[in-house]
């Protein structure tokens, strides 16, 4: 891992330009939730990618376009990246210090919305693209990116298009969409994320509501209902009692275990940023925090919504009640087999009058840590952060990894810019130019020697 | 029962100049949720009654003064009207035919907000007095009113000013402030409301809301543990678990099951209106529906509020949960009672965290079907509607009877001017101005054959 000093010197050159690109990027709003701005940012996208001559499609979907490009290197090993160039509502505007579609930079940091998820992360690859180009007027490698417009609503539509498309996106390894130093500044390597199944549950019981000194003993209250439906689904002992819930669960290995008990103590965080007391089962921290954290099936109500709930009372017997629930799932838990589950245990607790409504799922994925290609990235970041990058086996959240994972076979790994800081999804979200500049000299360090290794 | 062909041919001669009064009174918003036009209304009313010759006192409480009048009659025995002259808010206004505070004649009704509930119950009584004035240049007994500003917002300050006032609101009778025919024109007595505990129990678990994909199985969840509390409070059976519940209940009396015998099916009434298949416990209709609707203690969740409630998904988990609950009461059940019992059934549960906040209660009252006055009451309303009064021993609702039965030990009958089409809280509110004149010729009766009676 030598002769990088030309790939730097031009990275830290060339630093502001990088920036100004991506301050292009972050003005042109592109929020997937309320239909703003996609097609544009798509073909933005595309424009860039074309710039460094990438052959690049674009492919409409139901929602918004796919962004594929590709380019051939010295080498025939292929890098596929996988991004998204839709971001987060910018609401709520007024706590905004500057505006959420002016990039604005301020004491080394640029803010705007998108700007870290993931839009920053577009535009270091493609720098570290150009700083390649510029040391030997070629890629090392094929590479391919995959960027979609739906991450922030589920990704949709990407599933199929990734099935639809396996040829056209083979690849001999995948960086994900994001990587982040942890608050000690050591870079992380995310290797898995949860499935998920998130359903809405709802209930009708009548076509209006009801006075509740009429109702109250002879009416079916929708809110009873879906109370006691749900009541059956997770007990104040926290196991779920959907029978079969478990059974493909695969518990932490060995190895998993010794990673998850390398990482740094999360407790008193949590406690802090959160105002919690104690977690549950009287876990204090440590590896058992981190364990369930991550590798226990969950069963969480988002929200409940029935009758009247305004200030004071009104005597109302709801017609209607509802509930969002979201089932994290770990491997080998799949969102179709709760799905089946959960409909068959309501029907057999009496609650066919439940309605199931899905809004969407993702299977679990993981790599295996010890693969060669996750070595690799961990093993070139420790000479551009200084400290070794650290293993995190499974992450809390979810993401369309399974079918990159599982259709298309390619091991997945996290290089990214994020920091604790960064406020994705939050107003005032943003990144720092030092690790803008870390994360491209770390991507051109992973193309350079994945086409060199043997693996 | 005769000689009232003078007080008769009175009333149908002025109804015009009496639905004038009314008109203006209705004019006058007095929204007790909005404290809209309160004081105001009080001096209206105020002026009404002194114009009749009575005493009157405004008597300022916390919330909407009290209006007192008083007027000697022939015979020292004392008839007590209770009313009231808050109305509820006119809300939604788009789906009003005419404007809720400019009273509108249309086809034999007067529309406006607050006309049934309860103004045209205040003028029509007037209107009586007025015909038992020009008959005899005296009133037949005393009579004396109090017409609270606060009904609509569950009477908060009346218990205190009744407590208070034992002396001065003595009374041989009470007037309630209600009355109707039901959909085949027949007069009902209404002898009794059930009572009311209306509670909030809300939970807090965190100081903000959670990643689902970070918390879902170390973070407690404010939802889940409201949704596990209500569950412990009632079951599918229905029946209602804190201990000691129906420890007071009295059961309907053969006198009360003969009474309830008597009165119309009402079971596909209800299931056209309210878009129902069938009650709960089976119930097909008859008296068994009949009792269970207000003889039954109910626990009804009013309305539930936790977390994203919005369209799609949000993986949140929520710090806060809070539902409004609905304890229907019946003799001997007190409010008190079932707010001590509910808070030591949540600590023996477990739910200690749950937060129970007393949003406001009555008692139950029942008035003796067979107390003379009653009979008087009844009595009186034949020559007027043609068809026998009928007794009904219970209702469903709620109201500030109690401190009259209990604390002035008065009997309560009602008397009044409604019909099923009144749309008491709803938009186009109404009365029919052929009820009105029946409800004056009614209590022009009452009042002198009161004055008569040996009871």
Redesign the interface.
């Known amino acids: 891992m030598d002769n990088y000093s030309k790939i730097d010197s031009y990275l830290d050159k060339n630093l502001d330009q990088s920036i100004e690109e991506l301050s292009k990027l972050a003005a042109q709003p592109s929020v997937a ?1 309320q239909n703003l701005g996609l097609v544009e940012c798509a073909e933005l996208v595309a424009q860039m990618l074309t710039l460094r001559g990438f052959s690049v499609d674009i492919t409409p979907t139901e929602g918004a376009p796919v962004v594929f490009a590709e380019r051939k290197g010295r080498v025939d090993k292929t890098l596929l990246f996988y991004n998204h160039y839709d971001v987060q509502p910018a609401e709520p505007l007024e706590l905004w210090d500057s505006p959420p579609f002016e990039p604005t930079l301020r004491d080394g940091k640029l803010y705007a919305r998108g700007v870290s998820d993931d839009k920053a992360h577009i535009t270091s690859r493609l720098f570290a693209i150009d700083a390649l180009l510029d040391d030997s007027g070629e890629l090392p490698c094929n590479i391919k990116f995959i960027i979609e417009g739906e991450e922030e ?2 990704s949709i539509h990407l599933h199929n298009y990734v099935i639809n498309n396996r040829e056209k996106l083979s690849a001999d390894g995948c960086i994900w969409e994001f990587g982040s130093v942890d608050h000690r500044e050591v870079p992380m390597q995310y290797l898995g994320l ?1 499935g ?1 199944c ?1 359903v809405e549950l709802s209930v009708e ?4 509501d ?12 929708a ?2 209902r ?3 439906a ?2 059956t689904l ?3 002992d ?1 196991r779920i009692r959907i029978p079969g819930h478990y059974d493909n669960v695969l518990p932490p290995s060995q190895r998993d275990k010794a990673l998850m008990e390398a990482l740094p103590e999360v407790a008193e965080e ?1 406690k802090s940023r ?3 007391e ?3 089962h009287d ?1 204090d921290g440590g590896l058992p ?1 981190r364990l ?2 991550v590798f ?14 305004g200030p ?8 209607r ?1 509802s ?2 629930v ?1 089932f ?1 799932l770990v491997p080998n838990q799949t969102p179709e087999q709760v799905l089946k589950n959960l409909r068959l245990h309501l029907d057999a607790e ?1 609650f066919s009058d439940v309605q199931i409504t899905y ?2 799922g993702e299977a679990p994925a993981r790599t295996d840590p010890d693969d060669p290609f996750v070595d690799l990235v961990v093993k070139t970041a420790e000479p551009v952060y200084g400290v070794p990058m650290q293993k995190v086996p499974l ?4 993401g369309p990894n399974y079918v990159f994972v599982h259709h298309l076979n390619v091991p997945v790994a996290t290089a990214g810019i994020g920091y604790p800081g960064t406020r994705a999804h939050a107003p005032n979200e943003n990144i720092r130019l030092d690790l803008y500049l870390k994360g491209a000299k770390h991507i051109a360090r992973i193309l350079k020697e994945f086409s060199i290794s043997t693996s």
Chains 1, 2 share one sequence.
């Open positions: 939730a609503v589920s949860r998920i998130y019981t009548a076509s209006i009801v006075h509740s000194g009429i109702g109250g003993s002879i009416f079916p209250n809110a009873w879906l109370t006691w749900l009541s997770k007990g104040p926290e949590y959160y105002g919690v104690k977690f549950l876990i925090l369930a954290e226990e099936p969950t069963c969480t109500i988002c929200g409940i919504t029935s009758g009247y709930q004071g009372s009104k005597t109302v017997l709801p017609a009640a509930a969002k979201d994290r009496g809004l969407g992450i809390g959240g979810s």
